[in-house]
C-alpha cells in the first residue's frame, strides 16, 4: 500500500511539471518529430535525408522567466553517399519568446543545441545546433548544422505533439 501511494504522489508530481513550466516551445513532457534534407559532406558528399524526434524532460531558469529546456533527441539519417547513420542527443532549447517582442518573428524563434554519441555506421561523438522558426504551437521550419562525426545541414519541417 505504501508503494501505491508513493508512486501515486510521484506521478502527480511528475503530471504536474508542464503546468508549472516558464512558457517555451519545448517544455518538459513535450515530444516533436522532424522531417529535413541538406547537403552531406562527409565520406565524398553528397545529400542528406533526416528523421528525428526530441523530448523534452526538464527546464531551468537561467534568469527570472528566462526558461532553458532540458531534454533527448535521437537522429536518424540515410546519405546518398555513405549509408546510414543513427545518433543519440542531449539537449538545451532556448525559446526567444520570453522577450515579449514586438516583433513577432523574434517570438517565434528558438535556438538548441545537442552532444551525443553516434552510433551508426561507427561509434564517436556528435553534435548539432539548429534554429526553429515556429509558425503556431505545432508547426515549425527548422535549421540543423551538425558537427563533430555527424556532418550535415539539414533543413526541413518539425511538429509537436
Known sequence: MKRIFLASIG???LGSIPALALDSYSQPGSITGQLGLGPYWGNGG???LQAGV??????ISLARGV?????????????SSAGVDAAAFATAHFSWKFL???????NR??????????????LSLAGYLGANFH???HWALFLEA????????VIGASYRF
Open 100 to 106: 515579449g517582442s514586438k516583433w513577432d518573428w523574434l
Open 135 to 137: 509558425f503556431d504551437n
Open 54 to 59: 526530441d523530448g523534452g524532460l526538464g527546464q
Open 109 to 122: 524563434m528558438e535556438s538548441y543545441a545537442g552532444l551525443g554519441i553516434q552510433v551508426l555506421p561507427s
Open 67 to 79: 526558461p532553458l529546456d532540458l531534454g533527448v533527441a535521437g537522429r536518424a539519417g540515410v546519405f
Open 146 to 153: 551538425s558537427a563533430l562525426d555527424y556532418a550535415g545541414t
Open 46 to 48: 553528397g545529400f542528406n
Open 11 to 13: 506521478f502527480l508530481v
